[in-house]
């Protein structure tokens, strides 16, 4: 990782933790963490809490630890666990041995939760879930208790313990904590701590037959991990009370909550229960099909971890949430591939071209720089022979006043290679064209003409005989909407996904150079996109996926940012 990148710019966290190192606090220890829950893959919004918790522990000289928040075994399996860690280590991160679950302290929890009861501070519920809820109240209306709220600590310490034994039916009890049926925030009106959930456990297996809470299980651990600052999402915030009364009812260490507004990108939806959604629907193929969001599905579009930090770097860290546009993001990944990758010439939708004065059977090897960008990459042999394929877009019988490309009778370059001039269309039954002839001039080749006569086009091409034939997967956004999460029932979201996010073609033809290309490699298709190798290849038959088109979003970039400037 850069300097750069290792120091974002400051933000209001920063502060916060200055302050604290200067006064002493924690020991002067900069400790954070981050805590996914494995039920599901990791997304771009993820990024930014990785970055961030990862960077400000290395900028501050502290540690950061991951762990696993495996509270839920219903919707949690090992297979997502291993994806996230997979995805942090590939944005660049490492957690060392510092790698936990919330399963590691099930019997603290527990222990805990017997603290509190006998303290008064938590009782046995026998209301059902619909039940709680409606004597939850609600914003306007505050909340009623519960007619179990008075039983001694005997008794729940008793009806608890049965709990843990299995004695009774799943939903059939819960431990709540004793707070505050008036509060007006929801959360403190006696929130369960405890359910009954039979339900395999990845790690503990049968183990247990109760679970914590997110909200209990998550500040708990924060607690006896020793975590410092304790960074997450403004949807937490109104929590922040109910963690805060957990650790003074325990008296255990109290880490420090900060929020920040998460990742909203245009375009794009990063609920995992939605995203999830999209796959068992089967609107997409996968968890990393290149159209979604999350880190899996845009690692193996081709985007580099390098580009995300540097995205999840520009858009810094505020408190007040706002939606990014996916511009920049697509901008990062552009600006970093153009400096690294290896440009080479392919051909989506080939046109044949036939160069009639070529001498048949005469191969050439012309030289072709890899990127213009890095000197030191150095040149390649592009073979070049009598018959070559353009774009079917390159050629207009009837072009407008506009077209500049090839057309009858009209002379363009050949990028690398010669000028050719159009000197006959040939046609199929159905009137489609089938091929071009041309001719060409050698005194051209690799160059301008020695007469001073200009073309206004250059066009990529790929020699017939040495073409590579591949497939390439086009991918544009998934959904249709700015915001796809704007309906009026959140099932409707579905309605705005976009019907032409994927557009296979299969009869490319490529450089030769491309057939050992690895699953992974990332290459610039010369005036076409930069594209990476799909692990779906074969030997011989690589599939590409296209990860950013080299169209220029600079302005909007610069817009965005003077807009973000702006909001500070």
């Not at 924060?222 to 960074?231: A, G, K, M, P, V």
């Not at 007469?451 to 086009?457: E, I, L, W």
Request: net charge negative; charged share 30%; glycine share 6%.
């Amino acid at each position: 990782m850069s300097d750069s990148e290792s120091k974002a710019p400051t933000n209001f966290i920063k502060q916060i933790i200055e302050e604290d190192l200067r006064s002493g606090k924690n020991d002067s220890r900069v400790h954070t963490r981050f805590p996914p829950e494995p039920n599901g893959y990791l997304h771009i919004g993820h990024a930014k809490s990785i970055c961030l918790n990862f960077g400000i522990a290395s900028e501050f000289g502290g540690l950061c630890n991951l762990r696993f928040d495996d509270t839920n075994p219903g919707k949690e399996e090992q297979e997502y666990v291993d994806s996230i860690k997979t995805d942090v280590r590939w944005l660049g991160f490492d957690w060392s041995e510092r790698e936990y679950y919330a399963s590691d302290y099930f019997q603290q929890l527990y222990d805990y939760a017997l603290q509190l009861i006998r303290g008064g501070k938590a009782y046995v519920c026998d209301l059902s879930a619909d039940e709680i809820r409606e004597y939850r109240g609600t914003l306007t209306e505050t909340g009623r208790e519960s007619p179990c709220r008075s039983r001694s600590a005997e008794e729940n310490l008793d009806l608890f313990q049965r709990m843990r034994d299995g004695e009774f039916e799943d939903g059939s009890r819960t431990l709540r904590a004793k707070i505050d049926m008036a509060s007006g925030n929801i959360n403190m009106r006696d929130p369960v701590i405890y359910r009954i959930q039979r339900a395999y456990h990845h790690r503990t297996g049968d183990a247990w037959c109760i679970y914590p809470m997110y909200d209990y299980a998550h500040c708990v651990s924060d607690s006896l991990e020793r975590i410092t600052h304790s960074l997450c999402t403004l949807e937490f915030e109104d929590h922040r009370p109910l963690y805060d009364w957990f650790l003074e009812q325990l008296g255990i260490f109290h880490s420090r909550q900060i929020e920040f507004a998460r990742l909203n990108l245009s375009y794009t939806v990063v609920s995992k229960r939605k995203l999830l959604k999209l796959v068992k629907g089967g609107h997409v193929r996968g968890w990393d099909d290149p159209r979604m969001p999350t880190l899996s599905g845009i690692r193996r579009r081709g985007y580099p971890p390098e580009a995300i930090r540097d995205f999840c770097n520009r858009i810094g860290v505020a408190k007040a949430g706002s939606t990014v546009d996916i511009s920049l993001l697509e901008f990062c990944v552009r600006d970093y591939l153009n400096k690294c990758v290896r440009r080479v010439m392919a051909v989506l939708r080939p046109l044949k071209v036939v160069i009639t004065n070529y001498p048949e059977g005469r191969e050439e090897k012309l030289d072709a720089v890899n990127n213009p960008e890095d000197p030191g990459a150095g040149t390649r042999k592009v073979p070049f022979s009598r018959v070559i394929y353009i774009e079917r877009d390159d050629f207009m019988e009837d072009p407008p006043k506009k077209y500049f490309r090839l057309a009858p009778g009209r002379e363009v370059r050949l990028r690398y290679a010669y000028f050719i001039t159009c000197t006959n269309v040939v046609k199929d039954r159905e009137g489609e064209i089938s091929e071009l002839h041309c001719t060409y001039d050698p005194a051209t080749r690799g160059g301008d003409a020695p007469d001073g006569r200009k073309v206004k086009a250059t066009l990529h091409w790929v020699s017939a005989g040495h073409a590579v034939d591949a497939e390439v997967r086009l991918y544009e956004s998934l959904f249709t909407q700015e915001d796809p999460e704007d309906v009026a029932d959140e099932g409707d979201f579905l309605s705005n996904l976009n019907p032409g996010s994927l557009q296979v073609l299969l009869s490319c033809k490529a450089e030769p150079c491309l057939r050992e290309a690895d699953a992974g490699d990332r290459f610039q298709f010369e005036r076409l996109g930069y594209f990476c190798v799909d692990p779906d290849s074969r030997d011989g038959a690589p599939v590409f996926n296209r990860t950013v088109t080299l169209k220029d979003t600079w302005a909007k970039v610069q817009k965005w940012e003077h807009q973000k400037e702006r909001s500070r």
